[in-house]
């Protein structure tokens, strides 16, 4: 749904802002009749405007396309998000039986990241209490895990091979690097709010 934002690229609520784009790269609003930039479309997301970019053309829609190199952009200038881990592991589904199901699963991965968003923060600016973190990070943990052995069969079986005998002392690591790395990330998040 399209949200006003307060300016020539009004629209009315719940409709989709059309965006054509010509063979000389350029992007045009349709709604407020101006030629756009990426960096302009990436802002309309992060305010939840909806929009829809059209070759001018051939009329197909190439969104998909359009947002993906927003994502490169962001990734090439600005702080890293998407690990390397995680770029190798998503290249390596295209061509699995199992590519079909990956953009369902990441929706709903990244929807149930953004309604526990809050939760995070509070978790965050209260000190890192263990309670609802450690609820929240069980509760991932366990999604992820299914969705492993779903997608990945034998996945379990791996996973355990490379914990060895351990057991106990293994998940007992796993939760101290995650201290670590939450303790470190509100460090960061301290120094952000100065």
């Known amino acids: 749904m399209a949200k006003k934002s307060g300016g020539a690229s009004d629209t009315e609520a719940g409709e989709t802002i059309i965006i054509k784009k010509y063979a000389n790269r350029r992007l045009y609003n349709t709604s407020s009749s101006s030629y756009i930039t990426l960096d302009d479309l990436a802002k309309m997301v992060r305010e939840n405007i909806d929009f829809v ?5 051939s009329g197909e829609d190439i969104t998909h396309s359009i ?3 927003i994502i490169m952009d962001e990734e090439a200038h600005g702080e890293q998000m998407l690990p390397v881990s995680f770029l190798r592991q998503l290249i390596g589904m295209y061509g699995n039986s199992m590519q079909n199901l990956m953009p369902s699963y990441l929706e709903a991965s990244m929807t149930n990241f953004r309604e526990n968003q809050s939760k995070i923060r509070e978790a965050f600016e209260k000190g890192m209490s263990s309670g609802p973190l450690a609820a929240i990070h069980e509760t991932n943990m366990a999604m992820m895990r299914a969705a492993a052995e779903t997608f990945i069969p ?3 079986k791996n996973a355990s091979k490379s914990a060895g005998s351990s057991g106990e002392s293994g998940s007992q690591k796993e939760i101290e690097v ?5 303790a470190e990330m509100q460090k960061k998040l301290d120094e952000l709010s100065k």
């Open 154 to 156: 034998g996945q379990r």
């Open 67 to 69: 947002l993906t190199q």
């Open 53 to 57: 970019v059209i070759d001018a053309k």
């Open 178 to 182: 995650l201290r670590e790395q939450m």
